[in-house]
């Protein structure tokens, strides 16, 4: 909490650089990897030739779609450390404005936004939940509508960090639930600041289809290559 307070206080400083004068300062952007095309049209990654899908239909059933920003690497990632472990809330901005600008060159829409629950312990201990903040600059900037309940995490579970595909895959597993009425169709983008197998946004998909939504597309601020 203290953390964010101070954020507000203290001038812009670069989430890449830490110079002052702007959250993402203009040299910085200029070392921000976008992902190459071809990219696997599901699942938003870099591939050699363009094809449907890269392998990746078995393991992304409920992901209609998966895009991802930038490459996280360089500048993106110390400005997402920041983001995310040392409470620079205010990049909020400028790393939703990159993915929300890759959204609408891809043609993406979605009519709600819901964001990545954390589990209630880790969400006290953080003091807040970096996909949320995401989540209300998209809502902003897009013209999202809030969505008619809330994705909750119901299960605690360790970091997906430095684990392999299938790993990621069962920890996540059954870890989410819809709270609210049904979605009765309606498509959602599911929002992440980082995503590596996709695992993740894939066990929030599967519980926002489980209540009942239409498409649903995961997007994430950085990927990272694996």
Same mark, same amino acid.
């Given at each position: ?85 040392? %409470?620079?809330?205010?990049? !909020?901005?400028?790393? $939703?404005?990159?993915? &929300?600008?890759?959204?609408? *060159?891809? /043609?993406? +829409? ?87 197998? %996709?695992?993740?946004?894939? !066990?929030?998909?599967? $519980?926002?289809?489980? &209540?009942?939504?239409?498409? *649903?597309? /995961?997007? +994430? ?6």
């Amino acid at each position: 909490m203290l953390s964010g307070f101070v954020d507000l206080l203290l001038p812009p400083r670069c989430g890449g650089c830490r110079r002052v004068g702007s959250w993402l300062c203009a040299g910085c952007r200029s070392r921000i990897r976008h992902l190459r095309e071809p990219l696997c049209r599901r699942c938003g990654a870099e591939v050699d030739t363009p094809r449907p899908d890269c392998g990746c239909r078995t393991r992304l059933r409920s992901l209609a779609r998966l895009r991802s920003a930038v490459a996280y690497e360089g500048p993106i990632e110390l400005a997402i450390q920041r983001f995310k472990y040392w %409470g620079w809330r205010r990049l !909020a901005s400028p790393l $939703a404005m990159l993915l &929300a600008e890759r959204l609408v *060159v891809e /043609g993406l +829409a979605a009519s709600s936004a819901a964001a990545v629950p954390l589990h209630p312990e880790r969400l006290r201990a953080r003091g807040f939940n970096q996909s949320e903040l995401l989540v209300r600059e998209l809502t902003a900037s897009m013209g999202l509508r809030p969505p008619p309940g809330r994705l909750v995490r119901i299960r605690a579970t360790p970091p997906q960090v430095g684990h392999d595909r299938l790993w990621r895959q069962k920890n996540v597993h059954g870890a989410f639930e819809w709270l609210g009425p049904s979605l009765a169709g309606r498509s959602i983008l599911v929002v992440d600041d980082v995503a590596t197998t %996709g695992a993740t946004l894939e !066990a929030c998909a599967s $519980a926002l289809r489980a &209540a009942g939504s239409g498409p *649903v597309i /995961g997007a +994430a601020v950085a990927r990272v290559t694996v």
